[in-house]
């Protein structure tokens, strides 16, 4: 053996041993190799190639294991006295497998292999319902991290009906966490998903949304908004169902609360809301909504504020959108 190679040290993770593959393909690309591959060479590479299929597998069997966990039947009726504390173990079990099950299906392989295996299925059936709103909101947040960005495990969630489910307990479940869960997986959903955005709507999704940002809770009113406005400016074709809702309305209703940073996309919304649409802009033209008055109040509080820079411009392009006339005539009367 060369010195060259009793020196040689070899990737000990699986980046190297993708950054060794690209070095040998590059250097097929140039004059042939000096020498043959050494022997101890092959036989670390073979092993190496080894560990990431046996890793790959490992995750696997990891879900198989936290799937056994969440098959488990359940404790009915009265418990006998001693265990409660056995019923609590299990919880933090279920709960623990939710929280492997979630990390690993943050890799699209996982979250395929999970709906296959029946996963997806359990998850709807058994626990997105659950009594127990721990597990209520670990589930939602599953089907989340496995809906993201996955067209085909969008599909099948959208198949088996979780949508509706998913928009009552964005709705109307008295824990907070699943809400903010729920919402999560119903933008996974929904966001680019021309399937997922019309069941949506046919559930009346945007006044859940609407509720959502008057909600008490920070997390929800701000993700409530936020997918209020990726959702009219992905699909403005939906504006006219919108505005006949009295979202101008609602929007500007939810302004006239307590200040907060979620107000910048409301604002958006309603600059969506009154582009190239003649009812939007002339709902919020309405005397009686007081907007113009609002804004120009907001215009001054956000004035000079570097982290309110974007809702600072959402207020102004909303006053030159709706008032520019009255714009024109304040701003010479300031100078």
């Not at 040689?8 to 070095?23: D, H, I, T």
């Amino acid at each position: 053996m060369s010195e060259q190679n009793r020196n040689r040290r070899y990737p000990q993770n699986l980046q190297g041993v993708l950054q060794l593959a690209v070095e040998a393909g590059s250097a097929a690309e140039g004059p042939a190799p000096v020498e043959p591959m050494s022997e101890e060479r092959k036989t670390w590479l073979r092993e190496a190639l080894s560990d990431i299929c046996k890793g790959q597998m490992d995750e696997v069997e990891q879900m198989k294991q936290s799937l056994a966990v969440l098959q488990k039947d359940e404790p009915k009726g009265s418990e006998p006295d001693g265990e409660e504390d056995r019923e609590e173990e299990e919880e933090d079990e279920r709960e623990s497998a939710f929280e492997v099950l979630s990390e690993l299906c943050e890799n699209l392989d996982n979250a395929r292999d999970l709906m296959v295996l029946g996963g997806l299925e359990l998850c709807v059936s058994r626990y997105l319902l659950h009594v127990k709103s721990g597990l209520r909101w670990r589930a939602a947040q599953l089907l989340a991290s496995c809906a993201q960005n996955m067209p085909q495990v969008q599909e099948y969630l959208l198949k088996i009906d979780v949508l509706p489910k998913l928009l009552q307990l964005t709705d109307s479940d008295p824990n907070p966490s699943v809400r903010v869960k729920a919402l999560y997986a119903v933008s996974c959903l929904v966001r680019e998903q021309e399937a997922g955005l019309q069941v949506f709507v046919a559930n009346d999704g945007f006044s859940v949304l609407m509720r959502g940002m008057q909600s008490e809770n920070e997390k929800v009113r701000t993700k409530s908004a936020f997918l209020l406005l990726s959702l009219l400016t992905s699909n403005p074709e939906h504006k006219e169902t919108v505005v006949s809702m009295g979202m101008v309305q609602q929007l500007v209703s939810v302004l006239r609360t307590p200040h907060s940073s979620f107000h910048e996309h409301v604002l958006g919304a309603l600059c969506c809301l009154v582009e190239d649409f003649p009812q939007g802009l002339e709902d919020c033209r309405n005397p009686a909504l007081g907007l113009e008055e609002l804004l120009k109040r907001r215009t001054k509080e956000l004035q000079g504020k570097e982290e309110s820079q974007e809702e600072l411009d959402f207020c102004e392009h909303l006053r030159v959108l709706c008032f520019s006339v009255q714009q024109t005539d304040d701003v010479g009367m300031d100078r």
